[in-house]
């Protein structure tokens, strides 16, 4: 009879649930995130539109991290950090650049790159924090 193979022991960890101040900023960053996705389709298919409509494929992208933020998974929060400038930077241009609805969401895109990415960085402190701990 041969022994059972067990799975290899996981290190005890002291915290299984997050504080309350992480949940924050994680509803936060999703919030934030939600609000940035439905703002590109709309601005792109009904409040403003340029073209034909193709520009709202910029708001796929904003689909994947939601995931990996639910599941408070540090990776999606440190390579969302980085990806909301993208965002930022469009809005930026198009708020210089454009006239009256268009600069309204442009500004709007903005603040609201700056939330997601604020709270991204506050989860990734926040967790560093505790990890040294």
């Not at 996705?37 to 910029?58: D, H, N, Q, V």
């Amino acid at each position: 009879m041969m022994p059972a193979m067990s799975s290899p022991a996981r290190p005890p960890s002291d915290r299984t649930e997050p504080s309350a101040s992480e949940r924050l900023s994680r509803n936060l960053a999703l919030s934030g995130l939600g609000a940035l996705f439905l703002l590109c389709l709309a601005w792109e298919l009904w409040l403003a539109p340029t073209g034909s409509g193709s520009l709202a494929l910029k708001a796929l992208p904003l689909l994947l991290p939601m995931a990996g933020l639910w599941r408070y998974r540090l990776y999606t929060f440190r390579w969302l950090s980085l990806v909301v400038w993208l965002y930022f930077l469009e809005g930026a241009v198009r708020a210089t650049s454009e006239a009256g609805t268009g600069r309204l969401l442009a500004v709007v895109e903005v603040l609201l790159s700056l939330v997601v990415f604020a709270a991204c960085a506050l989860q990734v402190r926040q967790r560093l924090g505790a990890a040294r701990a």
